[in-house]
């Protein structure tokens, strides 16, 4: 069985600060690694993906994240945040065969001014 | 519509009481998911419809717990005889199909929060 672990719940940190949140996975098989987005008052909506190819992803609004496949990871890192990176952020697993998801608990992140 | 809608997004019921939940996917989107979050928990896979038929239903925590959806549209979850475990946030989530969700993501709506008492 797969599982997602998110090990901090709450990430207080200062505008234009570098942050990481990370993330652990298991998984017996392949995966597809992601990471999700929740804006306060939104959706969930996709930050992230590795499907495959190069180990570090970018996102358009400047995080990245790292797949490790010998530490089972996939960290998400920004070098300086911004006011409006406050959100919860959820990591993701999925194997490569179905539409099951499974997402970690969550990682609030507070950037504080 | 321009998004996943679901409805209603809160509802206090009572325990031993029957509710349904509603879910609106995009126009177009053939997949439709539902997930659960506790609080303080990740979420949790209920179910997953392709069309009309629920391929994976693996999720769905016990047989007071149902869902239908009429072709590619609408999706209602329903709940009998809710327990005060049932208290969450539930989440219907869309997507074109298996190729479409790895690289758009799923679309979540915002979400009905159900409360028990």
């Known amino acids: 069985a797969q599982s997602v672990t998110q090990l901090d719940s709450q990430v207080p940190v200062f505008e234009e600060a570098p942050v990481e949140l990370r993330c652990n996975y298991s998984s017996s098989v392949s995966v597809y690694l992601f990471w999700y987005v929740q804006y306060p008052n939104q959706g969930l909506q996709l930050l992230l993906k590795y499907l495959s190819g190069s180990t570090l992803v970018e996102s358009i609004n400047g995080f990245e994240a790292e797949f490790n496949k010998s530490q089972t990871s996939f960290h998400l890192r920004k070098p300086s945040v911004h006011i409006s990176d406050t959100a919860e952020y959820f990591c993701?697993?999925?194997?490569?065969?179905?539409?099951?998801?499974?997402f970690g608990a969550g990682t609030r992140l507070f950037v504080k001014a | 519509g321009a998004g996943v809608s679901q409805s209603p997004s809160n509802k206090v019921t009572e325990k031993g009481k029957d509710v349904e939940l509603r879910c609106d996917p995009i126009s177009g989107h053939t997949a439709l998911y539902w997930y659960r979050q506790r609080l303080g928990q990740g979420l949790e896979f209920l179910i997953y419809f392709q069309g009309n038929s629920a391929p994976d239903k693996s999720g769905l925590p016990s047989d007071r717990f149902s869902a239908e959806r009429t072709g590619e549209s609408v999706s209602t979850l329903t709940i009998q005889r809710t327990q005060q475990e049932d208290s969450a946030v539930y989440l219907c989530?869309?997507?074109?199909?298996?190729?479409?969700?790895?690289?758009?993501?799923?679309?979540f709506g915002s979400g009905t929060r159900l409360t028990v008492v």
């Open positions: 993701a697993v999925s194997n490569t065969g179905g539409f099951k998801t499974i």
């Open positions: 989530a869309s997507s074109f199909g298996e190729s479409a969700l790895l690289y758009y993501g799923y679309t």
